[in-house]
């Protein structure tokens, strides 16, 4: 069993950076590791992914070129660092792994965290 556990979420301002931090409690060599976010009102979406072996990433165009995915092998954690926030970025962030087919449906993945609040003001 796969435990996910997300901390790092808060309140911000237009402009700022966070960084979310997914810890997992059991890496297997060929797992994928996502970020998804839910906004009020809205549909739980993709937001950015990698694998965990070769490094791949991928990001929804919402966030490209403002949020990056990456590893801490030394801590077993998936990280997103999000810069430049905005408040169309508040949202519930959870990290979720191993997909059983498109990277980008919610209903493949058999992980899911709890999840972690963040919240841009303008």
């Known amino acids: 069993q796969v435990q996910l556990t997300e901390s790092g979420g808060g309140l911000v301002q237009t402009g700022d950076s966070l960084r979310l931090e997914c810890e997992v409690s059991?890496?297997?060599?060929?797992?994928?590791m996502a970020w998804f976010r839910q906004r009020p009102g809205k549909a739980r979406e993709f937001v950015a992914g990698?694998?965990?072996?070769?490094?791949?990433?991928h990001y929804s165009d919402s966030v490209k070129g403002r949020f990056t995915i990456l590893k801490d092998n030394a801590k077993t954690t998936v990280n997103l660092q999000m810069n430049n926030l905005k408040p169309e970025d508040t949202a519930v962030y959870y990290c979720?792994?191993?997909?059983?087919?498109?990277?980008?449906?919610?209903?493949?993945?058999?992980?899911w965290g709890q999840g972690t609040q963040v919240a841009v003001s303008s």
């Open positions: 979720a792994a191993n997909p059983s087919d498109s990277i980008y449906r919610t209903s493949g993945y058999e992980y």
């Open positions: 059991k890496v297997r060599f060929k797992d994928y």
């Open positions: 990698m694998s965990w072996e070769g490094g791949r990433t």
